[in-house]
């Protein structure tokens, strides 16, 4: 258990309809990073977060968005869903030690199906 | 933007042998992860290199941060079944916001 929280596990839903994935960071980390997985796909970097700022951003669409709350949670929301928005979403976070001694876990996931 | 090279893209070997997999960049990192995947499951980190040289082992895996920090290599002992699955290096930024993975090493055991 890497102790980063996902949910939902498991999502179907419509196209044209918005979903929200929810992640609970490793107890004390401040960052927050998100990364879509499709099928036999790499991981590609969306959107990371680092104490309720945004930090940078990767191959993030439009019709997704992001944020960190004061709890440090974060939530990915995306919209105006299409096909081939089915992915696995991933949530990471690490502590960011400066510039080294950084380890960056991962959460299970949360797989999306649109249909 | 920054690009990891990976190989190699997929490996077939017999129960008992070695493995050695690396990755290759065009730009520096600070620090080096490796991590595997099972199927629908999220990456599991593996081992962490944080100094250009540094050599790391965490049981039958041996990871070693290259002198140049563009690269990195994973190897794996007297490999067995459950060692099944992608295997994943990322690069960390100087600023260590931005993780960039590598295309993955897909890793097949025969009993």
């Known amino acids: 258990d890497s102790g980063v929280t996902q949910t939902p596990k498991h999502l179907i839903t419509a196209t044209g309809q918005r979903v929200t994935l929810r992640c609970s960071p490793r107890?004390?980390?401040?960052?927050v990073y998100w990364y879509q997985q499709s099928l036999d796909q790499g991981l590609q970097f969306l959107i990371q977060?680092?104490?309720?700022?945004?930090?940078a951003k990767g191959n993030i669409l439009e019709r997704f968005s992001a944020q960190q709350f004061p709890d440090l949670h974060s939530e990915l929301n995306l919209s105006s869903l299409e096909l081939g928005d089915s992915a696995l979403y991933f949530c990471?976070?690490?502590?960011?030690?400066?510039?080294?001694?950084?380890?960056?876990?991962f959460g299970e996931g949360s797989w999306l199906t649109v249909v | 933007g920054q690009q990891l090279n990976q190989s190699p893209q997929s490996m077939f070997i017999q129960e008992g042998e070695d493995v050695s997999m690396n990755c290759t960049s065009s730009?520096?990192?600070?620090?080096w992860l490796w991590y595997k995947q099972d199927p629908g499951e999220g990456p599991v980190l593996l081992i962490a290199?944080?100094?250009?040289?540094e050599l790391t082992s965490n049981g039958r895996l041996t990871a070693q941060f290259g002198i140049t920090r563009k690269d990195s290599f994973l190897n794996i002992s007297a490999s067995i079944p459950s060692d099944v699955g992608i295997y994943f290096c990322?690069?960390?930024?100087?600023?260590?916001?931005?993780?960039?993975f590598g295309g993955g090493t897909r890793l097949m055991v025969k009993p």
């Open positions: 990471a976070s690490s502590f960011e030690r400066g510039q080294s001694g950084n380890t960056i876990y």
């Open positions: 107890s004390g980390d401040l960052s």
């Open positions: 977060y680092y104490n309720g700022e945004e930090r």
């Open positions: 730009s520096i990192f600070n620090t």
């Open positions: 290199l944080y100094k250009a040289g």
């Open positions: 990322a690069g960390l930024n100087n600023a260590g916001n931005m993780l960039t």
